[in-house]
């Protein structure tokens, strides 16, 4: 099994910062994609920023030079700094983990339970 679990949602004011982090643990041979998903009261789900292991790193442009993701391959964490924050990134934001159990599994995905971001006035 593994687990995922998020951590550094809260209040924030416009134009503040914020710092999630997620890490995953458990039955964990290798990490393949990490990422930062977003669902707006009455909206759908929608990527934030997606790391692979190796690669190119993908943003919503509507988070382009305001949110930046990393990630630590040691610990199986990424994070996701978010500067200048405004009213619709007011979200319950989700970390995504694709990854292997062992050397020959498929790559799963799992999913932690989410943290909130309020930006307000």
């Known amino acids: 099994q593994v687990q995922v679990v998020e951590s550094g949602g809260g209040l924030v004011q416009v134009g503040g910062s914020l710092r999630l982090s997620c890490a995953a643990s458990?039955?964990?041979?290798?990490?393949?994609?990490m990422g930062w998903y977003r669902q707006a009261p009455g909206k759908e789900r929608e990527l934030v920023a997606v790391?692979?292991?190796?690669?190119?790193?993908k943003y919503a442009d509507s988070v382009k030079g305001r949110f930046s993701i990393s990630r630590d391959n040691a610990k199986n964490t990424v994070y996701l700094q978010m500067n200048s924050l405004k009213f619709e990134d007011t979200a319950v934001y989700y970390c995504?983990?694709?990854?292997?159990?062992?050397?020959?599994?498929?790559?799963?995905?799992?999913w932690g339970q989410g943290t909130q971001v309020t930006v307000s006035s």
């Open positions: 790391l692979p292991k190796s690669g190119w790193t």
């Open positions: 458990g039955s964990i041979f290798s990490v393949d994609d």
């Open positions: 995504n983990v694709v990854c292997r159990a062992f050397e020959s599994s498929p790559a799963f995905s799992h």
